[in-house]
């Protein structure tokens, strides 16, 4: 059976082991361009073998169709991907405790992993213990491949220099693109730890023209080389960023401020630990998107991720057009494919949209548009970061650091919002009130809250390479 799933895998993945595009347009021009009709018939075929699949080899997923009283014979379309149970991010959490370090959500054994494994990769597990996933080497070859559609859908080229800021930590982010960047034949700069005065000279003095990052700290990289006298937009050769591990990618103002910092088109790669990358950015769409300042709608990848919307309380599935969170079921990976993961970022499917670029995959509408589970209440409202994001980054007299507190006043005993933000050194403190100001009222309109606006001296908030964290809740758990 184990078999059986890779050659499924290699049948329809034609330039998996090749090492080159097929031609100009497309990494893969048969996958990437096939009628519609004929991914669904794929799409089933994988569906099916996969359900037999993780009945004989995961532990996890067969407990799960056990208990809704499902055999893999019941598998039979997609039609039939509904009636299987979701799967949360507190049952991995809980299969870890249960069987650390490597829970039970996996189709292949550890110790056999251990013989035929390439990498292992892990959420970065701040709130809990970190989830791992293993990844044989035939996944190694099915990611590296996936991401190099992706990447060359989004422009990167033969000619191009990537400079990959990512810290090489064990996190799907930072080595699945560098895989995939790898196999287009473009060479790249991984920076790891070095300090960003060091990678801000280095994108100048080799002619970097890709970049690749979260969008925070590409837009920090940009203060940064300004502080060194290089002006980003001038004296640099970037035209392309990619931006990962934040919603930035998708939020029009964050994109124009890192756009227009580095005179460079910014590409969104939306992906999580669990599925990435989750879908492709086309270069044609994120011009569009980008000159329209939009957010950018994002293929799909159907072929290898079955993607759902939800309703968000019933978890029943939505019609497209209508926005859900996010489900995922893997149909390409050997050793953690997953059926029915909540990923939990807010979507909207749309299998109308043409796309010039002429790839037959329908489109997350706006792409990827943050986490359900990134919401706060406050004052029984819900409260999106994201949505704070875009209001505080389309203030030019801002700098691109904020913080979002929220307290109790301990004279009323009610939730309070406070959102510190940082005026540029240029901007007068006698300024400071008339913005705190203007922002709060902007606040207002955008969340549908009092918020209170604070502004604190330029460079106070801390920088961070991987994702930002920008909310502090102090305000005691039940
Ligand atoms: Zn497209």
Not at 56 to 73: C, M, T, V
Not at 156 to 180: E, I, Q
Not at 197 to 207: C, Q, V
Request: a neutral charge.
């Amino acid at each position: 059976l184990r078999e059986l799933w890779r050659q499924v895998q290699d049948k329809y993945a034609p330039n998996l082991y090749g090492w080159r595009p097929t031609d100009e347009r497309y990494y893969d021009r048969v996958v990437e361009t096939r009628p519609r009709e004929e991914v669904r018939k794929i799409r089933e075929e994988k569906l099916r073998i996969l359900a037999k699949y993780l009945w004989e080899y995961s532990p996890h997923f067969r407990r799960k169709l056990e208990k809704a009283g499902l055999r893999p014979e019941d598998i039979k379309g997609l039609e039939d991907l509904r009636k299987v149970p979701i799967t949360v991010k507190e049952e991995f959490v809980d299969s870890l405790n249960k069987s650390p370090p490597y829970g039970d959500y996996w189709s292949v054994p550890p110790e056999e992993w251990k013989k035929e494994g390439s990498v292992l990769y892990m959420t970065s597990g701040t709130t809990a213990r970190p989830r791992a996933f293993m990844y044989t080497v035939h996944d190694w070859h099915m990611l590296s491949y996936v991401c190099a559609i992706d990447f060359y859908a989004g422009g990167v080229k033969p000619g191009n220099l990537v400079l990959n800021t990512f810290p090489m930590v064990p996190a799907a982010g930072a080595w699945s693109p560098f895989y995939g960047i790898l196999r287009i034949g473009v060479p790249q700069i991984a920076t790891g730890g070095m300090p960003d005065e060091r990678k801000a000279t280095l994108i100048r003095d080799f002619g970097a023209t890709v970049l690749f990052g979260t969008p925070s700290y590409i837009l920090h990289l940009a203060d940064v080389a300004r502080k060194l006298g290089i002006d980003p937009a001038k004296d640099t050769k970037v035209e392309l960023i990619f931006v990962a591990g934040e919603p930035g990618g998708a939020i029009p103002s964050t994109r124009r401020r890192i756009e227009e910092a580095w005179d460079a088109l910014v590409v969104d790669y939306p992906g999580s630990t669990e599925a990435h990358p989750n879908g492709i950015l086309c270069y044609e769409e994120a011009l569009d998107s980008s000159e329209q300042h939009r957010p950018p709608n994002i293929h799909e990848a159907p072929e290898f991720i079955i993607s759902e919307a939800v309703d968000e309380k019933t978890l029943e599935p939505l019609p497209p057009g209508e926005k859900g969170l996010l489900i995922v079921t893997n149909i390409f990976l050997e050793a953690v494919p997953l059926m029915r993961y909540l990923q939990g970022d807010y979507v909207v499917m749309d299998e109308e949209w043409q796309c010039r670029c002429g790839r037959t995959a329908p489109v997350f509408r706006g792409g990827l548009m943050g986490r359900a589970d990134d919401m706060l209440k406050v004052r029984g409202v819900g409260v999106y970061p994201a949505a704070i994001e875009d209001v505080v980054r389309s203030y030019r007299e801002l700098g691109n650091e904020f913080r979002i507190i929220v307290d109790i006043n301990p004279q009323t005993g009610m939730d309070e919002l406070t959102v510190e933000v940082e005026p540029l050194p240029e901007v007068p403190t006698e300024r400071w009130k008339e913005l705190e100001e203007r922002l709060a009222k902007d606040l207002r309109i955008a969340i549908g809250l009092r918020a209170n606006v604070k502004c604190i001296p330029f460079g106070t908030i801390p920088k961070t390479i991987t994702k930002a964290r920008r909310v502090v809740d102090r305000r005691k758990k039940p």
